[in-house]
């Protein structure tokens, strides 16, 4: 049984930062992609930033600039920097795994933006 645990959330006020945490525990084999997707209310979940294994990086275009995601696979974590944060990026963030052809989610984590 795989579980991802999201860390890290909670309010900032507007032009602040964030980094959100996230790690995997249970059975891990080889982690593919590793992502980020948020969810805000009345809206559906969007992709926000994916990590492949090697290393390449893909961001919404309304998080260019501003966040950065990373991983370290030898501790089966991926981590989100937030920085120059608005209110619209006010969502529940949620991880994603890619392992072995099947997804797995996290619980999600509140990140809320004061303006």
Known sequence: QVQL????GGWVQAGGSLRLSCAASGSIF???AMSWYRQAPGKQREL???ITSGGSTYYADSVKGRFTISREN??????LQM???KAEDT????CRFVMDSRLYWGQGTQ???SS
């Open 5 to 8: 645990v999201e860390s890290g």
């Open 91 to 94: 969502a529940v963030y949620y």
């Open 48 to 50: 926000v930033a994916t």
């Open 111 to 113: 990140v809320t933006v």
């Open 30 to 32: 080889s982690i593919n």
């Open 83 to 85: 920085s120059s944060l």
């Open 74 to 79: 030898a501790e089966n974590t991926v981590d």
